[in-house]
């Protein structure tokens, strides 16, 4: 049977050796890095990341307009794509009339199930070309989380990665001790001659 001796590391011990304190600081140091670091990281990469997304989001909304067209007809060689939200278009022609201008008429994307007739939302960049929508404040937020989840489990990974390297030179130098000390002790203990 076992007896497990709480924060025997900590306490002054013949046995002790300093590989043992370096080891007992290095976990307490990674607990903190863990439980406070790699959260303040995450925090600190997301808010960055929010910041960064809500800006692209400012100017695609400032150089983006939405017209609500007419599906004229679709072009019979168009493949599908995914739009924002995992839905399918197609490229169709649409028609549209803008106060001032008349009637415009240009290839867009439109939804897959949109029919001839039908008036679908089509977005234009100030050149005229047919651009996705603008990000929204979903795709904000749920960008926002993803860079602070992956900061702070890279974080959690870095600094486990250093506690496994300081874990493995304390090994070898605990190894190198006891080879020491056993090179001093077996002469004594086996009755050769060093």
Avoid: C
Wanted: glycine fraction near 8%; hydrophobic fraction near 45%.
């Amino acid at each position: 049977m076992r007896t497990r001796v709480r924060g025997w590391r900590w306490r002054r011990s013949a046995l002790r050796r300093r590989s043992d304190v370096v080891e007992a600081w290095t976990v307490l140091v990674v607990a903190v890095l863990i439980l406070v670091g790699a959260p303040l990281a995450g925090a600190a990469a997301a808010s960055w990341a929010h910041g960064e997304a809500r800006s692209v989001s400012m100017e695609q909304r400032a150089e983006r307009h939405r017209v609500r067209a007419e599906v004229v007809g679709r072009k019979g060689d168009s493949l599908p794509s995914v739009q924002a939200g995992g839905q399918h278009a197609y490229r169709a022609t649409v028609r549209w009339t803008e106060p001032g201008e008349g009637t415009r008429t240009a290839t867009a994307r439109v939804p897959a199930d949109a029919r001839r007739g039908e008036r679908v939302d089509v977005w234009f960049d100030d050149q005229g070309r047919n651009v996705m929508p603008p990000v929204d404040e979903a795709a904000v937020r749920q960008h926002t989380l993803t860079i602070g989840t992956f900061a702070a489990g890279g974080a959690v990974l870095v600094v486990l990665f250093g506690h496994f390297l300081v874990r493995r030179v304390a090994l070898r130098r605990r190894l190198a001790e006891w080879d020491r000390a056993w090179a001093r002790t077996e002469p004594q203990w086996t009755h050769r001659r060093a």
